[in-house]
């Protein structure tokens, strides 16, 4: 059963920093893209960044810039390490990737639970 565990979220004053980490573990294959996504309250989840296996980032425009996505593939695991945030940014943070069980299987989408990120103004 594949898992994907976030850490890193929490409250932090508007110019601040936090880094946001998610981990995948289980039977796994292998991993396609995975990527950082982010619903806030009474809106839509949307997409924040995704990194492919080969490194290749893309990022919603309003944090570009600002947020940096990076991937350690040895160890199933995914950052995003989020500078001079604003109180927009604001959310509720899910980790996704794309996940091969087994080398006949298809990738699969899978979710983190999501981590809390606040910014007071």
């Known amino acids: 059963q594949v898992q994907l565990v976030e850490s890193g979220g929490g409250l932090v004053q508007a110019g601040g920093s936090l880094r946001l980490s998610c981990a995948a573990s289980?039977?796994?294959?292998?991993?396609?893209?995975m990527g950082w996504y982010r619903q806030a309250p009474g809106q839509q989840r949307e997409l924040v960044a995704t990194?492919?296996?080969?490194?290749?980032?893309n990022y919603e425009n309003s944090v570009k810039g600002r947020f940096t996505i990076s991937r350690d593939n040895a160890k199933n695991t995914v950052h995003l390490q989020m500078n001079s945030l604003k109180p927009e940014d604001t959310a509720v943070y899910y980790c996704?990737?794309?996940?091969?069980?087994?080398?006949?299987?298809?990738?699969?989408?899978?979710w983190g639970q999501g981590t809390q990120v606040t910014v007071s103004s």
């Open positions: 996704n990737a794309g996940i091969r069980v087994f080398s006949w299987n298809n990738p699969q989408n899978y």
């Open positions: 289980g039977t796994i294959f292998s991993i396609n893209a």
């Open positions: 990194i492919t296996g080969g490194g290749t980032t």
